[in-house]
C-alpha cells in the first residue's frame, strides 16, 4: 500500500515560481519511476513530468520543458516539482503518481493569475 500526499500548490502571479512536493509512504517509492501530472477544468489528465527510480532520468511535456524540474530525494521519500515562469495556462491541479499504478495522491491546486 503506498499513500501520496502533495503540497505547494498555491495562488501565483505569471512569472513566478511554485516547487510541489509530494511524500509518499512505504517501501515502494525508493525502486519506482514517479510522476507529476495535471488536470485543467473541464480537461483530461495529463503527464508533465516523470522521473526514474534513481533520478537520473526525466521527462517532460513539451509545454514545460525549460520551465519545469522534476527531482527527487529517496531518502525522504518525495518527488518534487519546481515550476518557475509560469503562465496562466499552467493553472489546474497537480497529482503524483507512482508510474504504472493505480497510486496517486488527491492533488494540490495551482493557480496562476493577476
Known amino acids: 500500500q503506498v499513500q501520496l500526499v502533495e503540497s505547494g500548490g498555491g495562488l501565483v502571479r505569471p512569472g513566478g515560481s511554485l516547487r510541489l512536493s509530494c511524500a509518499a509512504s512505504?517501501?515502494?517509492?525508493?525502486?519506482?519511476?514517479m510522476g507529476w501530472y495535471r488536470q485543467a477544468p473541464e480537461k483530461q489528465r495529463d503527464l508533465v513530468a516523470t522521473?526514474?527510480?534513481?533520478?537520473?532520468?526525466?521527462n517532460y511535456a513539451d509545454s514545460v520543458k525549460g520551465r519545469f524540474t522534476i527531482s527527487r530525494d529517496n531518502a525522504k521519500n518525495t518527488v518534487y516539482l519546481q515550476m518557475n515562469s509560469l503562465k496562466p495556462e499552467d493553472t489546474a491541479v497537480y497529482y503524483c503518481n507512482v508510474v504504472g499504478t493505480g497510486y496517486w495522491g488527491q492533488g494540490t491546486l495551482v493557480t496562476v493569475s493577476e
Open positions: 522521473i526514474s527510480s534513481g533520478g537520473g532520468t526525466t
Open positions: 512505504g517501501n515502494l517509492f525508493k525502486f519506482s519511476a
